[in-house]
């Protein structure tokens, strides 16, 4: 039958194989458990059945160049040749300085230095611990500042750390008891949700920045370490930029206060959001900030955190030494394979093809879907587009949770179109609301848009 004309029954039926079901994998779903990926083609991956399917999401917005990329290969490859570890805890290595010049360069010197890790989560339990040694380091009256402000709809990791830091409801629910007590929770800044009929964006960012400054009053300003926010959110709302002068308007009042401002750009940075670092697009440059997926590109696993001058000043002025260390940091043949990723982002002049190809996306997006009566919002940018889905359109009510609709259009995306989009079920202000994420690479084809 073509594939249009199957019905969604049909197609939620067309089971493609799965992998075994006795795997020795403890996977996400041991009910369900997943397709095998077994190779892959430039931005494609192909399954133990045979099918395949356009990355679209670059699985979570991680392998920006698609696969099999010849210089990032040759690369890894001539690290290991030469050692493919030592311990970094104790000795530095060409690849890792080269790697952070790399991305200090990047953001044309706003910041200091980078510390070179595994994960996004690591990268923010990192941020968090590097925000509180900064107070102790600057004056023994400092030392009072534990909390921090972070925000609800947000997803900043799943360490304990990162955990504690997000807004997502699902995903903090069962670990309730376990996370830490210093965070606290101002709203998000999510325009189609939150913003009152008739309110201007001057307004709104007026509220939230009076929102923010009000949570410091009631915790004492004294006592508060860092405001942490995804300048895009990811994962926990599907793809929501702030509203214009948002930012500049959140570090007007950490400044007012003496704290920091930590921008965690593990999904949104590195080139996805249109300019390397999405707070290039803000007008503010973050005291803090962590970075991972798109850094690189699914090669290796790697995350980096880079702090500003003021933070570094207070260090070498002070111990000398970020207390925090673990076996993997700045991994070499890691190190090979994001400085790689960055140079051909800039050397290829990626970011132009993820501005024009989003320009693209988001034309077609919106000719095809605004008139469409389940979706209530589409937003993004560069090439990281959520579209939000609900039941009525004037109300904004969404659908019953029950209906699973954001994995229902993950199936037939998957099974039925051959595209994969990242499926979630943001809670915000108590409402449940079904998206999906686009997140398609940098090197990706008109055609494939
Ligand atoms: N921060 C953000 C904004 C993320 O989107 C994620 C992961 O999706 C993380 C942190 C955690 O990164 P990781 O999964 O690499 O630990």
Redesign the pocket.
């Known amino acids: 039958m073509p594939r249009q004309q199957r019905t969604l029954a049909s197609i939620a039926a067309t089971a493609i194989s799965t992998g075994e079901q006795d795997s020795a994998v403890l996977h996400r779903s041991l009910k369900t458990p997943p397709m095998l990926v077994v190779s892959a083609r430039e931005r494609h991956l192909t399954f133990s059945d045979g099918h395949e399917i356009l990355d679209s999401t670059c699985g979570?917005?991680v392998a920006c160049l698609g696969s099999h990329n010849e210089r990032v290969k040759k690369a890894m490859i001539e690290q290991i040749d030469k050692f493919s570890y030592c311990n970094s805890m104790f000795f530095g290595h060409p690849i890792g300085e080269q790697l952070c010049a790399e991305l200090i360069q990047g953001t044309e010197g706003a910041m200091a230095k980078a510390y070179i890790m595994?994960?996004?989560?690591?990268?923010?339990d990192s941020a968090m611990k590097m925000a509180r040694q900064y107070f102790t380091e600057i004056s023994p009256q400092e030392n009072k500042r534990i909390n921090f402000i972070a925000r609800e709809g947000?997803?900043?990791?799943?360490?304990i750390g990162?955990l504690s830091m997000?807004g997502h409801v699902a995903r903090r629910s069962l670990f309730l008891d376990m996370l830490l007590p210093n965070v606290h929770r101002v709203s998000a800044c999510n325009a189609y949700r939150g913003m009152k009929k008739g309110q201007t964006t001057e307004q709104y960012v007026a509220q939230l920045a009076d929102e923010l400054d009000r949570k410091f009053q009631e915790i004492g300003p004294e006592t508060v370490c860092a405001f942490v926010a995804?300048p895009v959110?990811?994962?926990?709302l599907g793809c929501v930029p702030s509203v214009e002068g948002y930012f500049k308007a959140m570090k007007g009042v950490c400044d007012k206060y003496g704290a920091l401002l930590i921008l965690?750009?593990?999904?949104?940075g590195m080139g996805r959001s249109g300019t390397l670092h999405a707070w290039q697009q803000e007008g503010v440059v973050p005291d803090i900030q962590?970075l991972?997926?798109g850094l690189g590109g699914g090669y290796a696993?790697i995350?980096a955190m880079l702090i500003n001058h003021r933070v570094a000043d207070a260090l070498k002025n002070g111990t000398g030494a970020f207390s925090h260390g673990h076996t993997y940091q700045g991994h070499p043949v890691s190190c090979a394979a994001a400085l790689e990723v960055q140079r051909v982002i800039r050397e290829d002049d990626l970011l132009t093809n993820v501005k024009k190809r989003g320009e693209l996306l988001s034309s077609l997006l919106h000719k095809h879907l605004d008139g469409h009566p389940y979706v209530g919002n589409i937003r993004g940018r560069g090439l990281f587009w959520g579209i939000e889905f609900v039941a009525d359109k004037q109300t904004k009510d969404p659908f019953p949770p029950s209906f699973g609709v954001a994995n229902l259009v993950h199936t037939i995306g998957l099974k039925g179109q051959g595209i994969s989009l990242y499926p979630g079920t943001g809670t915000l202000d108590g409402v449940k609301g079904d998206h999906v994420l686009l997140a398609p690479a940098y090197t990706s084809t008109a055609e494939e848009i």
């Open positions: 979570a917005a595994c994960s996004g989560s690591e990268a923010m947000s997803y900043h990791g799943t360490t990162g997000s995804e959110v990811g994962a926990a965690d750009e593990v999904m949104s962590t991972a997926k696993p995350a």
